[in-house]
């Protein structure tokens, strides 16, 4: 089954302690992105990756950062998390970026900091 | 700046009667607009999107939606509304010149039986 998958589904941290939130797709897409979700404010983009080692900055990338080692693999890292980072974070693939790309979502990562 | 409105933060609907969840836009360039609806507790999925050509797109679910370049809008449509169409939905852009799409508030869409 073609998806996005995201781990973990929930999170309960506390202020300043590194975490990884993973991203992967199986359908060999070649852009990925971050964003998280936030009452009012719709989906904010974080970071996104036109594909392997090639990532640019979203509207949002402060305090975060990612990589992309391998195509299916698109991690989202917080350093040093502050409780203005807890949010919902999805992650999302497509075909090449284009711009009538179809983005695909995964289920979403509830991130709370303490 | 470049932007995507959704005016109403919900929507309430008699199941059976049409709905419509507003949208506009401000954009440098062509517009690319999508429509995306998230249930609870799931991701985004994708509904329907305006790339070209005829302004009345048909999408997934029933739903459609109308372009309307002089107004910048793209307003999600559905004749007759079903109380499992209630969820969260999306209207985004995409940008030209990268590879950035910009999302509206949301309006939540709560169809009553």
């Known amino acids: 089954e073609a998806q996005v998958t995201q781990n973990p589904r929930y999170l309960i941290t506390v202020t300043g302690k590194k975490l990884t939130v993973t991203c992967s797709q199986n359908?060999?897409?070649?852009?990925m992105s971050w964003y998280r979700q936030d009452p009012g404010l719709g989906l904010r983009q974080i970071y996104y990756?036109?594909?392997?080692?090639?990532?640019d900055k979203g509207d949002v990338p402060e305090g975060y950062k990612v990589s992309r080692k391998e195509k299916r693999n698109f991690p989202l890292i917080l350093e040093s998390p502050s409780p203005n980072q807890t949010s919902l974070y999805f992650c999302a693939s497509s075909l090449d970026g284009g711009r009538t790309d179809t983005q695909y979502f995964g289920p979403g990562t509830r991130l709370t900091v303490l | 700046a470049q932007s995507v409105a959704q005016p109403e933060d919900q929507v309430n609907v008699a199941e059976g009667n049409p709905l419509t969840v507003k949208c506009t836009y401000s954009?440098?360039?062509?517009?690319?607009l999508f429509w995306y609806v998230q249930y609870p507790n799931r991701g985004l999925q994708f509904l329907l999107k305006y790339i070209t050509g005829d302004n009345l797109v048909k999408g997934s679910y029933g739903f459609e939606a109308e372009f309307n370049k002089s107004q910048t809008s793209f307003h999600l449509k559905k004749p007759s509304a079903l109380v499992s169409d209630s969820a969260l939905y999306f209207c985004?852009?995409?940008?030209?010149?990268?590879?950035?799409?910009?999302f509206g508030a949301g309006t939540r869409l709560f169809v009553k039986a």
């Open positions: 954009v440098s360039g062509n517009p690319y």
């Open positions: 990756s036109m594909n392997v080692e090639v990532t």
């Open positions: 359908m060999n897409h070649e852009y």
């Open positions: 985004a852009v995409r940008l030209s010149g990268g590879f950035k799409t910009i």
